[in-house]
């Protein structure tokens, strides 16, 4: 079983920052990509941000520039850094990350969301 569990979210005014932690524990071998998806109410799930084992970054044209997605492997953690926040960007945030578990089987799990508001 591998949990993720997400925090970070919460209100804040249009143009400013908020940090989303997501770790990941349980029988995790190792991990492979990590992403950021979110929804807005009445809209579909959609992808944020991703991150390979590698290193290598992706992100949605709505918040390149603004948003930054990291990762600590070691901690099986990884995090997304959203600057000049817009109400548009008001959203359930879910974690989202690819495994191998410690029976060396491929796997996915998400969290359980954690709710941003730009508000003012």
């Known amino acids: 079983q591998v949990q993720l569990v997400e925090s970070g979210g919460g209100l804040v005014q249009p143009g400013g920052s908020l940090r989303l932690s997501c770790a990941a524990s349980?029988?995790?071998?190792?991990?492979?990509?990590m992403a950021w998806y979110r929804q807005a109410p009445g809209k579909q799930r959609s992808l944020v941000a991703s991150?390979?084992?590698?290193?290598?970054?992706n992100y949605a044209d709505s918040v390149k520039g603004r948003f930054t997605i990291t990762r600590d492997s070691a901690k099986n953690t990884v995090y997304l850094q959203m600057n000049s926040l817009k109400p548009e960007d008001t959203a359930v945030y879910y974690c989202n990350v690819e495994y191998l578990n410690s029976m060396l089987k491929r796997g996915a799990s998400w969290g359980q969301g954690t709710q941003v508001t730009v508000s003012s």
């Open positions: 991150i390979t084992s590698g290193g290598s970054t």
């Open positions: 349980g029988t995790i071998f190792s991990t492979y990509a």
